[in-house]
């Protein structure tokens, strides 16, 4: 006894007038979720992806949702119940139609083999590849900008073909196997039906031509390796690890195709004096113990040269100053950072008896001083220091 077929409208969960963008939602969700990729080797969900694809096939077919509607299965399959004509479908042939284009959204294209997804191929241009080098620089010179000349070596047209691949007097075959397209199509029948794939052409590779005697400069590729030199032109505030990309600089293109760009990874050695932190430079300044009591007019370093800086009476260890605007240019060129100075006390070694007196004296006044600020304050004096 020949199995009863469910109702295709039951199958897909919609109403007799449901609309033709909502069948193919309902279709999509259901195939997408039976499908046999995303079960391997479950037998329901194979069936039931069977089914889903069959109650599609009609109800999409406004002539044969009309037959089915009026008779039943009856009307779209003469040999119901046993099976329809091209498969288990009941003349579900042909190379799936929606069904392509529906699982292309679905995986990316050409999932599971369906058809409506064309393979890339090689005969069409093709852009070159992109070149990285890296490039060491000064500190001042990352600072202020500046022009380099870099050596590289990389794939440009062969001289001798003119990028053709050809020996010179000779030319390509188109390819008799795609047409020279570089990709061919096949079909093959299947438990769902007819399916069609495309692929790179076996014969010419993807090329679409075909060449009988290859350019012996370049061994038919048409692209030459070729020493060069390129000027490099450094913006001003460029940083350690930052990158410079030069356009079309890179390999060359194929078919027509546009050349790759060249990028150039900046490397900066580090300063003896300065640091860099953003656009700000920091460095540090000794002084003598002298110096900072007393202050001093002193010479210091900035990138842009030695400045006179006035350093204040009482200057501790580790106070910092500010020099604005003596630090990086803006990248952007919008103004400059700043400088910071931090200030370190150097302590005076193997000082002669003289001087090592004058420091004793020196340190008796002070304590002499304190000593009379303690008698004349008293004891509250004391407690209110301490507090």
Same mark, same amino acid.
């Given at each position: 006894m020949a199995e009863q077929k469910r109702d295709y409208y039951e199958i897909l969960g919609v109403s007799k007038g449901v609309s033709d963008?909502?069948? @193919? *939602?309902? $279709?999509?969700?259901?195939? *997408? =979720? $039976?499908?046999?990729?995303?079960?391997? !080797?479950?037998?329901? +969900?194979? +069936? @039931?992806?069977?089914? %889903?694809?069959?109650? $599609?096939?009609?109800?999409?077919? @406004?002539? @044969?949702?009309?037959? $089915?509607? =009026?008779?039943?299965?009856? !009307? %779209?399959?003469?040999?119901? !119940? +046993?099976? !329809?004509?091209?498969g288990p479908f009941g003349g579900f042939t042909g190379d799936f139609g929606d069904l392509g284009d529906i699982f292309g959204s679905f995986f990316g294209g050409g999932f599971g083999g369906f058809g409506g997804a064309a393979a890339s191929s090689r005969s069409g241009p093709q852009r070159g590849e992109s070149l990285r080098v890296n490039l060491t620089i000064d500190f001042t010179e990352a600072a202020f900008g500046c022009e380099k000349e870099i050596s590289l070596t990389r794939l440009e047209s062969c001289d001798t073909c003119h990028g053709t691949g050809c020996e010179p007097g000779t030319t390509a075959e188109v390819c008799p196997d795609c047409g020279g397209s570089g990709v061919v199509r096949t079909q093959k029948r299947t438990p769902f039906g007819v399916m069609s794939t495309t692929g790179e052409c076996s014969r010419c590779h993807g090329t679409g031509k075909i060449i009988h005697q290859p350019c012996k400069t370049c061994g038919g590729s048409g692209l030459a390796r070729k020493q060069k030199k390129i000027t490099v032109n450094i913006p001003a505030g460029i940083d350690d690890g930052q990158a410079i990309s030069l356009r079309g600089q890179g390999n060359a293109g194929r078919n027509g195709g546009s050349a790759g760009d060249l990028i150039v990874n900046i490397r900066v050695r580090p300063h003896p004096v300065f640091v860099r932190e953003g656009s700000d430079v920091l460095m540090e300044q000794e002084v003598t113990f002298n110096q900072a009591a007393l202050g001093a007019e002193l010479e210091i370093p900035t990138i842009d040269g030695k400045v006179k800086w006035t350093l204040p009476a009482g200057t501790q260890p580790g106070a910092t100053f500010r020099l604005r605007g003596k630090g990086i240019p803006s990248l952007r060129g919008r103004g400059r950072g700043d400088q910071f100075v931090t200030v370190k006390v150097t302590v005076p070694t193997n000082l002669t008896e003289a001087q090592k007196e004058a420091l004793r004296a020196f340190g008796d006044t002070m304590e002499g001083k304190e000593a009379r600020q303690e008698q004349e304050e008293g004891f509250f004096g004391k407690r209110r220091r301490k507090k």
């Open positions: 963008d909502e069948l @193919k *939602k309902a $279709y999509r969700r259901l195939a *997408k =979720q $039976y499908h046999p990729d995303l079960h391997p !080797g479950d037998k329901e +969900a194979e +069936a @039931k992806f069977k089914e %889903v694809n069959e109650a $599609y096939e009609v109800l999409s077919d @406004k002539d @044969k949702r009309a037959r $089915y509607d =009026q008779f039943g299965h009856a !009307g %779209v399959d003469p040999n119901f !119940g +046993a099976g !329809g004509p091209g």
